[in-house]
């Protein structure tokens, strides 16, 4: 039910971002796919999507650390319906001791950047007459943990702009939604694992029982799938009236 339409998903060579956007390619989307990379693994993925799903996908290399990046990369993939801020990185260390460029690059990548994409990204929907942002947030957009000094309050940030966001865009086709997913395994998840070992001195096996998966009552990792369905079930029609707010995809994390 995408077909016709272009979804822009930053960060999007690995993990959520391309769990989310195989399923708008799944629903028929035309993709923009992004990272600061530049590889043939990365053009590679591109074509693999796009003969899988048989939709047009492209690969636009930026840097959602830098604001100029972030612009050019709505600029360049000359239409915009569906704008998904993904691209995120975590570094974990207490307050005192929190490393200021990781503090500098958490601020820009996480959160920042959702700024930027939107600011170019809105005039382009209102001129289509439609659009979704979906940005994804956090667990940690609505609570927080100790040593993610930077990703919580980024995550906490963009549950806000993506508010204003469906304020701004409230009397048109346009809705603005956060997906707050708990523990999912992507790569930014597995190389915690090897910290939280040493930290808890524990097992892999238990840092995942014990530590991670001991905030999602579930007891279970939320998939790429999952979160990617959420994105597609916010770009139906069911969801036109849904704008301004959070779905969480945690297991049951923040209702403990
Ligand atoms: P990941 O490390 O697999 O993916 C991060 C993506 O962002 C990658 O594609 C990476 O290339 C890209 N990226 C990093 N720095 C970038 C930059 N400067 N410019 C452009 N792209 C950049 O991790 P993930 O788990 O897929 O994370 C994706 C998003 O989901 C992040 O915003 C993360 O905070 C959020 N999230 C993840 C989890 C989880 O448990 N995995 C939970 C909640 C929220």
Not at 16 to 41: M, Q, Y
Not at 155 to 183: D, F, M, Q, S
Request: hydrophobic residues 45%; proline residues 4%.
């Amino acid at each position: 039910f995408l077909g016709g339409k272009t979804a822009i998903v930053t960060g999007s060579n690995s993990g959520i971002g391309l769990g989310v956007a195989t399923e708008l390619a799944k629903a028929g989307a035309d993709l923009v796919l992004n990272s600061f990379t530049d590889s043939p693994d990365d053009h590679a993925l591109a074509e693999k999507l796009a003969s899988e799903h048989g939709v047009h996908v492209r690969y636009i290399q930026a840097d959602m650390s830098k604001a100029e990046d972030c612009r050019a990369l709505i600029e360049m993939a000359g239409a915009c319906d569906i704008l998904v801020n993904n691209a995120g990185i975590q570094h974990v260390a207490p307050i005192p001791e929190f490393p200021v460029e990781k503090w500098d690059a958490i601020i820009a990548i996480n959160l920042s950047s959702a700024f930027h994409t939107t600011a170019v990204a809105l005039p382009i929907m209102r001129k289509a007459g439609w659009g979704r942002v979906i940005n994804i947030a956090s667990a940690h957009g609505l609570t927080a943990s100790p040593f993610k000094a930077a990703y919580v309050a980024a995550k906490h940030g963009i549950v806000g702009l993506t508010k204003v966001t469906a304020l701004e865009t409230a009397h048109e086709a346009i809705t603005a939604n956060a997906i707050c997913p708990g523990y999912v395994l992507t790569p930014i998840v597995e190389k915690q694992i090897p910290d939280q070992m040493k930290a808890n001195n524990m097992s892999r096996e238990d840092v995942i029982a014990k530590v991670m998966l001991q905030r999602q009552p579930s007891g279970q990792f939320a998939t790429v799938e999952q979160v990617g369905g959420t994105a597609v079930f916010l770009c139906s029609q069911a969801a036109d009236q849904i704008t301004g707010t959070t779905i969480s995809v945690d297991g049951g994390w923040t209702a403990l």
